[in-house]
């Protein structure tokens, strides 16, 4: 199962990169899902992640305190918002496809909204 998970693992890193990147396309959560994978397969890569110098604070303050910045939240709903509005607007897209996604982005809206930007005092 181990080269199986170092695959998923190394996928979802990739996912993630492209999130940083791409507006809509979320980096945290894919990360998480990274570094879960690679808990799984690769203890020197699940370390790699967990410290890299950019990828790395941000799933350490979710590991210890279940936080998603300010920062992060913003973009996050920006996006979310800009991509819902192309589609009604632009995207020539039918409206069962238009409602699953604002389905999806509510409830990704909700669970980012639902944690704290700061850890507790």
Do not use: C, E, N
């Not at 695959?7 to 996912?15: G, P, S, T, Y």
């Not at 990360?31 to 808990?39: E, G, Q, T, V």
């Not at 509510?106 to 639902?114: D, K, Q, V």
């Amino acid at each position: 199962m181990k080269p199986l998970y170092f695959a998923l693992a190394w996928l979802f890193f990739a996912l993630g990169a492209l999130g940083a990147i791409l507006p809509g396309l979320p980096t945290v959560p894919f990360m998480l899902l990274a570094l879960w994978a690679f808990s799984r397969s690769s203890q020197r890569f699940h370390d790699w992640l967990y410290t890299h110098r950019i990828f790395g604070p941000p799933l350490q303050d979710w590991k210890q305190h279940r936080v998603i910045p300010l920062r992060a939240k913003i973009f996050s709903l920006t996006s979310m918002v800009l991509s819902m509005a192309y589609m009604v607007l632009y995207a020539q897209m039918a409206p069962w496809t238009i409602a699953i996604t604002a389905a999806v982005m509510a409830y990704g809206a909700w669970f980012i909204l639902s944690h704290p930007s700061r850890p507790r005092t």
